[in-house]
């Protein structure tokens, strides 16, 4: 991504033989252009890179020498909307006394796993970013084949075994209430291959695997007469 920031010529393709080359002799980019610029290594397909690289490593070193509070101000400036959510999250790590890699650290857990405020707030999110959490009310939607497990494409056994593990993650997120759902149809959305002809949703295997203490399936509309029970 440095490599083509802000740049009107594009560098992707000296950066691909630039990996092609580290994987053929066990280097890491980093060494390899460190020891071009160092002139101790001669590369003429990877020179366009070293400009930029040059740049980055100027301004990495202008950035180590700066305090926590101060790289935070650098790299997350307040007067950027943008960075304004995860301004905040540096910021309130910062209230411990952390290093740099304590500080990294807490920004990861807080993005990977969020914190629920209270009862009247409503998240939605993926599934993997699920983990970790519970809710009184917890609603899994898209419960089609295609979608959990997502099968537009042949996948291999574990690929299915690992979803499988990932919706039971999701079902044991709620407290109180779980809404399973999927469409009638799925047009315009990844599907099994070849799509039905009708373009009804084919539910998800997953939900045939709930055994025999699972509900009836409803639809929308009685769903909804019920008064969402």
Known sequence: ????????TPRFQHYYKLRKYCE??????????????????????????LEPYGDLVKKLTSLSKLNLHNLIDELLPNNNLDYTSLRRIAKDALTKDIGLKELYD????????????????????????????????????????????????SIANESIEESRRLFYVAL??????????????????????????????????FLDELGPAAPDPKSGIEWQASGYT
């Open 1 to 8: 991504m440095w490599f083509e920031l802000n740049k009107s």
């Open 24 to 49: 053929s002799n066990n280097r890491s980019p980093k060494s390899v252009l460190d020891d071009m610029i160092n002139n101790k290594l001669t590369l003429p397909d990877l020179a366009p890179l």
């Open 106 to 153: 807490e920004i990861k857990k807080e993005i990977k796993e969020p914190k629920i405020l209270d009862d009247n707030f409503v998240k939605v999110m993926t599934l993997h970013k699920s983990k970790g959490l519970s809710s009184k009310v917890v609603i899994v939607t898209e419960c089609v084949e295609g979608e959990i497990p997502y099968t537009a494409n």
């Open 172 to 205: 044991t997120r709620c407290t109180d209430t779980l809404i399973l759902s999927y469409p009638a149809t799925h047009t315009g959305m990844r599907r099994t291959k070849p799509p039905p002809e009708d373009n009804k949703a084919r539910k998800s295997r």
